[in-house]
Nanobody, 126 residues
Framework: VQLQASGGGLVQAGGSLRLSCSTS????????MGWFRQAPAKELEFVAA????????DCADSVKGRFTISRDDGKNTVYLQMNSLKPSDTAVYYC????????????????????WGRGTLVTVSS
């Protein structure tokens, strides 16, 4: 599975962005997906995850109510809709695929993901 994140950019506080993560490989629909981010000089942080079926989602408390993860298996793409952005959301955002297929729950720790895409930078100005 190869992943490519896109959609980052510069936005003012309160604005919105939608990140996309396109994948190659015919088995995309069998993998849960996650979004992580890393701000300068900070550790990698869980943002959101979705199961392979799309029926279960999870997100970090820091983004709850503002960010939404979704997937379109027909397009082999997972999305992260980010609303009401804050300067603290500034980071490089990465998408990742679960190391196990058909997992019915989401995972927050990065160790459960072994396919990673190149990140996309999101900068939120105050």
């Amino acid at each position: 599975v190869q992943l490519q994140a896109s959609g980052g950019g510069l936005v003012q506080a309160g604005g919105s962005l939608r990140l996309s993560c396109s994948t190659s490989g015919r088995s995309f629909s069998s993998y849960g997906m996650g979004w992580f981010r890393q701000a300068p000089a900070k550790e990698l942080e869980f943002v959101a995850a979705i199961t392979y079926s799309g029926t279960v989602t999870d997100c970090a408390d820091s983004v709850k109510g503002r960010f939404t993860i979704s997937r379109d298996d027909g397009k082999n793409t997972v999305y992260l809709q980010m609303n009401s952005l804050k300067p603290s959301d500034t980071a490089v955002y990465y998408c990742a695929a679960d190391q196990l297929r058909y997992r019915r729950i989401t995972k927050q720790h990065f160790s459960h993901y072994n396919y990673w895409g190149r990140g996309t930078l999101v900068t939120v100005s105050s």
